[in-house]
């Protein structure tokens, strides 16, 4: 063993990395916040390898995407728990990222040197949001058509630019054959792509500047391995049981065939868009672009510009009232739009599991072809 070592260290200085990153010095108090960093990526992957699994035997065409999924969920050994896991994946994935992003903002850790890590942060934030949007569709069932024909329309109300975004995002006049092949090489090609390189840029940013540790003093300090690799550990094994447990116990859901000409279906889209969608009831006609694209825009770039916004000396809680009590108001309404958006969800009809399949639509519709 001791001859592997030495040449893994000679010929790549692996050891030498190894202890870099081990040793590294981490703060001890609040030890426990600073693992969600680590579980989320730690989902991340589970996502990747799980969405891996899934692709091998998914058919992205509107008359075989549905069955494929049922065939994966009901014949395909372990299929259900395997979907199960990134239908439940996703949703931790948006629960973590927002967390810590929301510990960075409470501690002020986007202050120099670390504006840079602020914002591939939150490129990270929009890449988890951009994944549950591309992968909604791909069940092809009727929660998924009539959500991402809503989710299409959204940039259809901006003026001079919306008619064309709406046209890109659906890949033609109507969502069909050409959005579903497109939201899948978006979620299976182009954003783990996105993902993995924003991720490395993530982790060597904070490499370069350490955590930004709690907001006072003392700050002691102890080497990553083994103290905070075990509290990383201790998360992210509660997690995956987590996630082990709703997949056997609530497998991911799948209604009926997608029926585009089915104009009575309400569109339900999943619980992260639920305030997204509350905003599009309160600003109808000629104020839906406030709800689609203005208060939506301006947050991103409010959050984007925080570490600019906030230059105090101290990341001491008293004296970032202002900033603190601002990013309280904004969880407040965000969660508050959830609420309400909850509260007005449809219930879901009965599993297309239990049905054969109905044979597809007309297809030209399927296509997306029909105006």
């Not at 589970?46 to 998914?58: D, M, R, W």
């Not at 709800?291 to 959050?303: D, H, I, K, N, R």
């Not at 309280?328 to 958006?341: H, K, Q, R, S, T």
Request: glycine share 10%.
């Amino acid at each position: 063993m001791k001859r592997v070592l030495d040449f893994l260290q000679s010929r790549g200085g692996l050891t030498s990395l190894w202890r870099a990153f081990a040793d590294e010095p981490v703060s001890i108090r609040r030890a426990w916040l600073f693992t969600l960093g680590s579980a989320a990526l730690a989902v991340f992957l589970v996502q990747f390898v799980t969405g891996f699994a899934l692709a091998l035997a998914y058919a992205p065409t509107p008359d075989h995407a549905w069955e494929s999924v049922k065939a994966i969920q009901t014949r395909l050994f372990a299929g259900g728990l395997v979907r199960g896991l990134h239908h439940w994946g996703a949703s931790a994935m948006v629960v973590l990222a927002a967390l810590h992003m929301a510990r960075t903002f409470a501690f002020g850790a986007y202050r120099r040197p670390r504006e840079l890590n602020w914002l591939v942060g939150l490129g990270l934030l929009v890449l988890v949001l951009g994944f549950g949007f591309t992968g909604y569709l791909l069940p092809w069932d009727q929660k998924a058509y009539w959500a991402t024909v809503v989710g299409t329309n959204v940039p259809a109300a901006l003026p001079f630019v919306g008619p064309a975004a709406s046209r890109l995002m659906a890949g033609g006049p109507a969502v069909g054959a050409a959005t579903l092949t497109r939201f899948y090489a978006l979620h299976v090609v182009l954003l783990p792509l996105l993902a993995f390189a924003l991720i490395g840029a993530h982790l060597l940013l904070l490499r370069r500047h350490s955590h930004a540790g709690p907001t006072t003093e003392p700050d002691p300090k102890e080497p990553f391995f083994p103290f905070q690799a075990a509290r990383d550990g201790v998360v992210i094994l509660a997690i995956i049981l987590a996630l082990f447990w709703l997949a056997a116990r609530h497998p991911a859901p799948l209604e009926r065939l997608a029926d585009p000409t089915d104009t009575a279906s309400v569109p339900r889209p999943e619980w992260y868009f639920l305030p997204l969608f509350q905003l599009l009831k309160y600003f109808k006609g000629p104020l839906e672009p406030i709800g689609t694209a203005v208060l939506p825009g301006l947050s991103m770039l409010l959050l984007a510009l925080v570490p600019w916004l906030d230059r105090g000396a101290s990341r001491r809680p008293r004296d970032r009232r202002l900033v603190l009590g601002a990013g309280v108001a904004a969880a407040a309404l965000l969660l508050g739009l959830l609420y309400l958006g909850a509260l007005d969800a449809p219930k879901a009809p009965r599993s297309g599991l239990d049905a054969g399949s109905e044979g597809p639509p007309d297809p030209r519709l399927l296509g997306g072809l029909a105006s």
